[in-house]
C-alpha cells in the first residue's frame, strides 16, 4: 500500500512504488524476433531493466555476451527441460532488477560458460576485457575430478578470496544459486535438501553481510519450504488468512499520510508485507499474530534530515513505543544498512511497526553492495552526507605485487580472508566457516591507539588480542578494558576500549583454557594451531585460573610465597622472600591523648603527609590511624565509631606497604628488591603470589628512612622490566 504524501487526492494503494519482483523470468524466448535496441527478445527484459537503472548504458556488450552465452550453451538442457541458456539470462534479470552496472551483467551473462562450454578464460579475456574475465573466473567451480570430496568448500574459498577483491563475484554467487533455488524441485528430495542447507549455512549469510536484501529473503522462503515444509505450509495459511482479513496496516499508512502531509513533509509511505520467515519468526517471539504483525509500513523521504522529521511527527500524532526505537542512520549496520525504525500504536490499538529511510537509503538496503557498483570506478562526485560507502570502516589488506585489492572490501570479510590463510585444511576451513558465518551480529571495540576492530557479538579479550596483535597474542595475559585490568574471558561490549597486555617473553604460549573464550576464527585456528605444534608444553601448562581483577579493599593471600615461572621459563627457584613480621607499627603520629598508644593500620599504611584520622581501639588505651581515603574508615563511620584528631609527627621514618602487578619472568623478584634497596628501603614481608596467566602480584611491607622518598621507591620499582602498577595499598586487612 502505498500513499503521497503531497498529494491529497492520490488513493491508497495495496502495493505503490513497485518493490522488485525477482520471480518475472519464464522461459526465455530464444531466437524470438529483434526489438528495437538490435537486442534478442531473450535479452529485451534484461535491457529494459538494466536502462531503467542506467538509462545510458551502453547494450552493445550485452548483445556481444549474450550472442557467446547462447551459442556456447546450445544444446545443452537444464534438468527442469529448459534450454540451458534460459539460467544465465534469469541470473542476469536478477541482477539487473537489482541496478547491476553493466560490467556485472555481461560476467552474468557468461557466469558457466568456461565451466560448462568450450569457452576459455582467455577467449573471454580477449573479447571482454580483465574485469569480466576475473568474474567469470571467480564463480568458475573447481573440478570434483581434481579436488574430490574437497570440490564445495574449496570452490567457496577460492570465490571467497576473489570476493575479497572484487565484491561483485558474490553478487553473480548469490543471483545464480537464488536463480538455482527457484528452480530445485526437479531435484531428488535429499540432494534439494543438501543444497538448501549449504544456502542457508553459507549464502544467507553472506547475502546479509553483503546487504543484498531482497536476494536474502527470497532465499530464506525457499530454504524454509525445503527444509521446514510443514511450518512453511501452516505459515502460508496464516499470511493467505491474514490478507483475507481487516487491513490495520493500511489504515494506519493513510494516517500516516495525512499527518505528513500536513506537516509539509514529502514523503511516500508504503506497507511492506514481511516475508513468510520474517511471520514465522514473529509468531514465535509473540504467539498470536495480529494484522499489523504481517508486514511493516515504509517511509521514503529525499534527505537525512527529513528522517528524522518523519520520526518527530509519528511521535507527536501518534504513541511512540520507545522499546522499538533505533537509530541505523547516525549508527549504521556493518552491512551498510541505514534507516529509522520506531512502533507507534494507532488510535484502534493497533501496534505498527514502521521504518523510515531516504530513497537512496532504501535502494542500498534491497540492493546491498550491487546498488555501489564497479568499486574501481573513480567516485563522479564527493558521497552525499547519508552515510559511508560502508558502516564498518573498510579494511583492504595490504596487496602483493599485481592482486587486486577492493578499496570498498569490508572489515568482517578482510578477517575472514585472513583467518583462511590459516585453515589450509578443506574440513576445518568448511566447519569453520559455517561457524564464522552463524555470527550473525557485530561490535565495534576500540584500541587505545585511535583505532577500531570490528567484532562478533559475545568477542572476549582473547579475540581482540589476536585480531589486533596476530599470534604475537600468543603472549598476551591479559587486558585493560575501559582503564581497568580485565581478565582474558572478559566479554566485550559495543564501543569499549580495550587493550591487550602482551608480556615481553616470546616464548610462552596460550592456555587451551583460551578456546573456551575464543569467538572468532582467527583466535582459534592460531590457539589451536600452536596448542597443536607444542603439544609437551600444552600438557605441562594445565589451565591458568582466570585472573579477576582484585577490589582495592580485598585481602592478599597470606604467607611468603616464591615466584613460580611457567615450564617453559628458567625453572630455577627465585630467592625465598623476606619472612613476615608481626612486631608493632612505630607510632609517627600524636593522637589528643597524650597517653594512647598509637599504631599505623596495616590496611592502608599511612605516611607523612597522607591526610589521616584516628578510631580508639582496646577502650581507648590505643589508636589506629588510617588514610583518609581506608575503606575501613567509611566502615567505621557507618559503624558509629567515633573517630579523634591525629597529626603527624617529627619522625621521618615510616612504614608502607605497595602493591605491584607485573608480567611473570625469571629474576623478577630479585630485580624488584633490587630496586628496593636502591631507595635505601628495608624489607619488613613479602608475598608473591602464584602466577594466574602469567601475571603475578607482589605485595611488600617496606620500611623507609623518610616519607619523602616514597614516590621515587614507587617510580623505581614501576621502572623494572614487566612491571606495569605499583599502588598503595588499601583496605588488605580486616580487624582494627
Not at 544444446?75 to 544465465?88: A, D, L, N, V
Request: net charge negative.
Amino acid at each position: 500500500m502505498s500513499a503521497e504524501a503531497t498529494s491529497p487526492g492520490t488513493p491508497i494503494r495495496r502495493r505503490g512504488r513497485p518493490r522488485i519482483d525477482l520471480r518475472r523470468i519464464g522461459r526465455a524466448a530464444l531466437f524470438g524476433p529483434v526489438s528495437r535496441d538490435g537486442l534478442p527478445d531473450a535479452i529485451a527484459h534484461v535491457a529494459e531493466a538494466h536502462r531503467a537503472h542506467h538509462p545510458d548504458a551502453d547494450l552493445t556488450v550485452l548483445h556481444r555476451a549474450y550472442l557467446l552465452a547462447e551459442t556456447s550453451h546450445r544444446g545443452q538442457m537444464r534438468k527442469s527441460g529448459e534450454p540451458y541458456i534460459t539460467h544465465p539470462l534469469a541470473v542476469t534479470l536478477i541482477l539487473a532488477e537489482l541496478g547491476a552496472e553493466t560490467t556485472t551483467l555481461t560476467a552474468s551473462l557468461l557466469h558457466d560458460t568456461v565451466e560448462d562450454t568450450e569457452v576459455t578464460l582467455d577467449q573471454v579475456r580477449e573479447q571482454f576485457g580483465e574485469e569480466v574475465c576475473y568474474l567469470v573466473d571467480g564463480v568458475t567451480k573447481l573440478e570434483k575430478v581434481d579436488y574430490g570430496a574437497a570440490a564445495e568448500p574449496e570452490t567457496f574459498r577460492k570465490m571467497l578470496v576473489a570476493t575479497g577483491d572484487d565484491v561483485r563475484v558474490m553478487s553473480i554467487k548469490l543471483a545464480d544459486r537464488l536463480h538455482n533455488m527457484r528452480t530445485l524441485g526437479v531435484m531428488r528430495p535429499e540432494k534439494q535438501a543438501r543444497i538448501a542447507k549449504v544456502t542457508r549455512d553459507v549464502l544467507i549469510p553472506l547475502a546479509e553481510r553483503l546487504g543484498v536484501q531482497a536476494l536474502k529473503t527470497e532465499l530464506e522462503d525457499l530454504v524454509f519450504a525445503i527444509l521446514h515444509p510443514e511450518e512453511y505450509a501452516r505459515t502460508s495459511e496464516l499470511i493467505t488468512g491474514a490478507a483475507q482479513g481487516p487491513d490495520p496496516l493500511g489504515t494506519m499508512a493513510g494516517q500516516i499520510a495525512s499527518v505528513l502531509r500536513e506537516a509539509g513533509i514529502s514523503a511516500e509511505v508504503q506497507v511492506r508485507p514481511r516475508h513468510f520467515v520474517s511471520v514465522h519468526r514473529a509468531r514465535i517471539k509473540r504467539g498470536e499474530l495480529r494484522g499489523s504483525d504481517f508486514g511493516r509500513v515504509l517511509v521514503l523521504v529525499g534527505e537525512d534530515a527529513d528522517c528524522y522529521a518523519v520520526l518527530g511527527e509519528l511521535h507527536t500524532c501518534f504513541t511512540p513505543v520507545i522499546s522499538e526505537f533505533k537509530d541505523f542512520i547516525a549508527a549504521p549496520k556493518f552491512n551498510l544498512y541505514q534507516s529509522l525504525h520506531t512502533a507507534v500504536v494507532g488510535p484502534d490499538g493497533e501496534v505498527a511497526e514502521i521504518l523510515i529511510r531516504t530513497h537512496r537509503m532504501h535502494k542500498v538496503a534491497e540492493a546491498g553492495v550491487v546498488a555501489l557498483g564497479n568499486p574501481y570506478a573513480p567516485d563522479p562526485a564527493p558521497r552525499s552526507a547519508e552515510g559511508p560507502r560502508s558502516a564498518e570502516t573498510p579494511q583492504p589488506a595490504e596487496p602483493a605485487d599485481g592482486e587486486r585489492a577492493d578499496p570498498t572490501r569490508p572489515g568482517w570479510l578482510s578477517r575472514l580472508l585472513q583467518w583462511q590463510r590459516s585453515a589450509p585444511d578443506p574440513d576445518t576451513f568448511w566447519t569453520t566457516l559455517r561457524a564464522d558465518l552463524a555470527q550473525d551480529r557485530e561490535i565495534t571495540v576500540f584500541r587505545t591507539d585511535g583505532g577500531t576492530l570490528g567484532l562478533p557479538a559475545g568477542a572476549s579479550c582473547v579475540d581482540a588480542a589476536y585480531a589486533q596483535h596476530g599470534n604475537a597474542a600468543h603472549a598476551c595475559i591479559g587486558a585493560r578494558v575501559n582503564g581497568r585490568l580485565a581478565t582474558l574471558s572478559t566479554v566485550l561490549k559495543d564501543g569499549d576500549t580495550v587493550q591487550p597486555l602482551i608480556a615481553e617473553d616470546a616464548a610462552s604460549g596460550p592456555s587451551p583454557r583460551w578456546l573456551d573464550h575464543a569467538r572468532t576464527p582467527a583466535a582459534r585456528i592460531a590457539i589451536t594451531g600452536w596448542l597443536e605444534a607444542h603439544p609437551q608444553a600444552a600438557e605441562a601448562h594445565p589451565p591458568a585460573a582466570e585472573v579477576h581483577p582484585r577490589a582495592a579493599d580485598s585481602r592478599p593471600r597470606t604467607g611468603a610465597g616464591q615466584q613460580a615461572a611457567p615450564a617453559d621459563r628458567d625453572p630455577r627457584p627465585a630467592p625465598p622472600a623476606a619472612p613476615r613480621t608481626a612486631r608493632a607499627h612505630t607510632a609517627t603520629a600524636v593522637a589528643g591523648r597524650p597517653d594512647a598508644f598509637v599504631r599505623l593500620a596495616g590496611c592502608c599504611t599511612p605516611v607523612p603527609p597522607d591526610e589521616v584520622t584516628g578510631f580508639p581501639v582496646r577502650g581507648g588505651a590505643a589508636v589506629t590511624v588510617h588514610r583518609l581515603e581506608c575503606p575501613a574508615v567509611a566502615r567505621m563511620n557507618a559503624a558509629g565509631r567515633t573517630p579523634v584528631a591525629v597529626s603527624w609527627g617529627d619522625e621521618q621514618a615510616c612504614r608502607v606497604t605497595l602493591v605491584a602487578e607485573s608480567f611473570g619472568r625469571p629474576r623478577l623478584l630479585a630485580d624488584l628488591t633490587e630496586a628496593i634497596a636502591g631507595a635505601d628501603a628495608a624489607v619488613i614481608s613479602a608475598t608473591v603470589e602464584p602466577p594466574s596467566e602469567q601475571r603475578v602480584r607482589h605485595t611488600y611491607t617496606l620500611r623507609l628512612p623518610d616519607a619523602a622518598g616514597l614516590p621515587a621507591l614507587m617510580r623505581a620499582m614501576r621502572e623494572v622490566p614487566g612491571v606495569y602498577d605499583v599502588s598503595r595499598a588499601k583496605g588488605l586487612s580486616g580487624t582494627h
